[in-house]
């Protein structure tokens, strides 16, 4: 079936001249985009907006801001358009092993601890929060898979890595990447699990994918998600895109969503003045990680 033209889409031959954004239409753009995904847009970085609105635009062959606003805001094709909006709108820039302070601490001290109070199969769910295109989690399968290949004679570990780009799920989930990307890998860990494709690129080993799961999720709508009882919680690089105080909503609905003893690594200096009356704050080197304090039970 031949695709069907949107109605505002001219001939890819033709000058489109550069559209303009009022105050108004700026307005509106930055209520759609904070109600929808948190994402929040001050008059300073109303350029961005432009820039990027306008690459798609052109794309599409649309001329102006209303009416691709219009597009995205309607029916089955409005849905699908905005998952390709919020792809060029999200940052998904990234690296394997970006913050090798926070692995370190969960390879030391957290999966050590998980150890003593677990039992044969020693078991971890984890959960890395804007994955973007799957260094972190793959990151973290790596530490997760040596540390218990030295130390548990039988375990299982699952990593559900989530991100409102589908774009960047599906990159993920090919786990293919240029050989810059995984530089930091160290060198003992980057021999086990990953293999070369090329002379360019490399593929995360089978054995570490299938602990990974890539799914979608809207960090605004957490409370609707059926993940539960998580021993750590990696959200790291993500909060620079929304309000103080939807940073501190958001952290509330994560702690709700960590095990006694669960542990939440946020990125360094990336939440101030924040704090939560079931978590505590952990004292390691310059890290910002809060744990989950057990359930009190019974009486005096």
């Not at 801001?65 to 792809?87: H, I």
């Not at 109070?117 to 990151?139: D, F, H, I, K, R």
């Not at 559900?160 to 990307?181: E, M, N």
Request: negative net charge; proline residues 6%; hydrophobic residues 45%.
């Amino acid at each position: 079936m031949p695709m069907r033209e949107h109605p505002h889409k001219q001939a890819a031959w033709h000058y489109m001249p550069p559209a303009t954004m009022d105050a108004d239409l700026f307005q509106q753009w930055s209520v759609l985009l904070e109600q929808r995904a948190g994402i929040a847009l001050p008059e300073s970085r109303k350029t961005f907006l432009i820039t990027n609105l306008t690459i798609r635009m052109r794309e599409l062959g649309i001329a102006a801001f209303d009416a691709y606003y219009n597009l995205v805001v309607s029916g089955t094709q409005g849905d699908l358009e905005w998952q390709t909006l919020v792809d060029r709108l999200t940052v998904h820039e990234t690296r394997f092993f970006r913050d090798p302070l926070a692995l370190q601490f969960i390879r030391d001290v957290v999966l050590p601890k998980l150890l003593q109070g677990n039992t044969t199969p020693y078991t971890a769910n984890v959960w890395s929060v804007g994955c973007a295109t799957g260094e972190e989690p793959y990151s973290l399968a790596m530490v997760l898979e040596s540390f218990f290949a030295q130390q548990a004679d039988g375990y299982y570990y699952g990593i559900t890595a989530s991100d409102v780009s589908r774009a960047a799920l599906d990159a993920g989930r090919q786990a293919l990447y240029h050989k810059h990307r995984v530089k930091n890998v160290p060198p003992l860990l980057a021999r086990q699990y990953l293999h070369a494709v090329d002379t360019e690129h490399v593929q995360v080993s089978a054995a570490l994918r299938q602990h990974v799961c890539f799914v979608p999720i809207n960090i605004v709508e957490l409370d609707a998600q059926p993940i539960a009882n998580m021993d750590i919680i990696v959200c790291q690089n993500v909060f620079i895109y929304f309000k103080q105080a939807l940073r501190q909503q958001i952290l509330d609905r994560l702690a709700n969503h960590l095990k006694p003893g669960g542990i939440l690594i946020l990125g360094p200096g990336e939440v101030t003045g924040w704090a939560h009356a079931g978590l505590t704050p952990v004292n390691y080197q310059s890290i910002s990680a809060f744990e989950r304090m057990p359930l009190v039970t019974g009486g005096a």
